[in-house]
């Protein structure tokens, strides 16, 4: 086994700039897919089965196809309906979706862990249903629901690898391209699998924390 | 699509099926030798099992993919098969992560069945076999039925290294028509069915574990199993905030 430490230097760079580009990743496709993840909750929860049976199927089916392929059928089908994004649009896009189906699950735990009592006196109270949501109930579920929300950043950050295949130089990305460039292939997939564990592991310390200090 | 390439795609359901089935065998063991493993009274045994759990639960199976099949060869001079080393990255990577359902499932025994082992004088290899496993088992079902499919999606990764799964065979056909929709979409279809089929699979074996114990099927609480959508305001104030 050889360990050349100057390859390690030589990648530095292209690491900070794939770390930037992952930490981009992570960020949009969280946002989109607590965003969807929502709508779809809140969607689940609507009076006629008209909304609820659709969704529920749409969501069932991203949550059990793989990623990649999901991928793979934003990034060549949609310019073939004249629909073209950049890669990492599309990446985030596809990252967004799939975890959204996620999130809503988590959302609905949430959702139904109000306590019943609070429904009950806001319709004592006469608000409208609309108040309810934002005043009463989602302020106490979103609360409740954040370490979970943040496990699936954690599992979003370990699928961010896949943005590489359609040409996004994330992490791996960068260290793919270094390694057919100089040959090296040990130094750069070693250096980005460590670093993802010093990411996610104290980010999951983090989330522990977290969540003895804002579940009850 | 031609018959031709009906074929590509049926050879690629076959390699699929095939990496899952050896995957999920090494992650079984996995799971269960780690998590038994973290709950062992010597320290040493616990801080290698977490350290293993750690490691592949923490970087991505893309990645141990990629060194699998880049590192191992350049580094120890092992040179694997490629369905070999798809197992052995995918299998390690999803046992890290059924260790811990291992783990969770074994603390959630009751204390009281463990000391009664003690107090009728089993050695802790018989307590693990004939008390503590028989009831944790059937409980861990739900949440490996879940890591199953998440094990079924992860094979769509070895098809990056151009192994010829099902995904692959997607890319192989994309290449043949010059068009993605129509392989796409059955793709993604196949793989919802296997899914499907999975999951239908796991519920009948839970069943007849529960019924080993004793127990109804329907009251597993704290598990990830899907829950019926309860519709009507303020309903269900059983499942609390801790998914996942």
């Known amino acids: 086994m050889t360990w050349d430490w100057n390859a390690v230097g030589a990648f530095m760079p292209h690491f900070w700039d794939g770390l ?5 990743a992570l960020a949009l496709g969280s946002v989109i897919s607590f965003a969807l993840g929502l709508v779809w909750a809140l969607l689940m929860r609507a009076p006629t089965r008209w909304v609820r049976w659709p969704v529920g199927a749409a969501t069932e089916f991203v949550r059990d196809t793989p990623l990649l392929v999901q991928l793979f059928f934003l990034f060549y089908v949609l310019p073939e309906w004249n629909i073209t994004f950049s890669a990492l649009t ?31 006196a ?13 005043a009463v109930i989602l302020p106490q579920a979103v609360r409740r629901v954040v370490p979970a929300l943040g496990n699936y950043v954690i599992a979003m950050l370990k699928d961010t690898p896949l943005l590489m295949t359609v040409t996004v130089l994330e992490m791996l ?12 292939f040990t130094e750069p997939l070693t250096v980005i699998g460590v670093a993802f564990i010093l990411i996610s592991y104290p980010a999951s310390l983090l989330l522990r924390a977290l969540e003895r200090r804002l579940v009850r | 699509m031609t018959p031709g390439l009906w074929k590509l795609v049926l050879d690629g359901i076959w390699v699929t099926v095939q990496l899952l089935v050896l995957s999920a065998l090494l992650a079984g063991f996995m799971s269960f030798l780690a998590g038994i493993a973290r709950t062992s009274r010597r320290w040493v045994v616990r801080f290698l099992a977490g350290l293993y759990t750690e490691v592949f639960r923490g970087t991505s199976a893309l990645i141990m993919i990629f ?13 694997l ?78 098809s990056v290294m151009g192994m ?3 995904t692959f065979s997607a890319t192989l056909v994309r290449l043949a028509l010059q068009q993605s929709a129509e392989i796409y979409t059955y793709v993604l279809l196949i793989y919802f069915v296997l899914a499907f089929l999975l999951t239908r699979l796991m519920r009948g074996l839970e069943k007849r574990l529960k019924a080993g114990v004793g127990r109804a099927s329907d009251s597993v609480p704290a598990t990830g199993t899907k829950r019926a959508a309860t519709a009507g305001a303020g309903a269900g104030a059983t499942a609390g905030g801790s998914a996942s």
């Open chain 1, 122 to 134: 806001a319709t004592a109270l006469g608000l409208p249903a609309r108040r309810t949501w934002t």
């Open chain 1, 173 to 184: 990305g960068e260290a793919r391209l270094y390694s057919q460039q100089h040959f090296q």
């Open chain 2, 67 to 79: 060194w699998v099949y880049f590192v191992l060869p350049l580094a120890f001079g092992w040179q």
């Open chain 2, 81 to 158: 098969v490629p369905l070999w080393a798809g197992t052995l990255a995918l299998g390690l990577t999803y046992g890290a992560y059924g260790s811990e359902i291992v783990r969770g499932a074994l603390n959630a025994v009751d204390p009281a069945q463990r000391e009664g082992g003690i107090a009728l004088g089993f050695t802790p290899w018989q307590r693990m076999r004939l008390i503590l496993l028989p009831q944790a088992v059937p409980e861990m079902i739900p949440p490996f039925s879940n890591l199953l499919v998440e094990l079924l999606k992860g094979t769509a990764l070895v």
């Open chain 1, 20 to 24: 930037l580009v992952t930490l981009e």
């Open chain 2, 164 to 166: 010829g799964d099902l």
């Open chain 1, 90 to 120: 599309t990446g985030v896009i596809a990252i967004g979706l799939h975890y959204s189906t996620y999130t809503m699950q988590v959302y609905r735990a949430g959702i139904e862990g109000v306590p019943a009592g609070q429904w009950e």
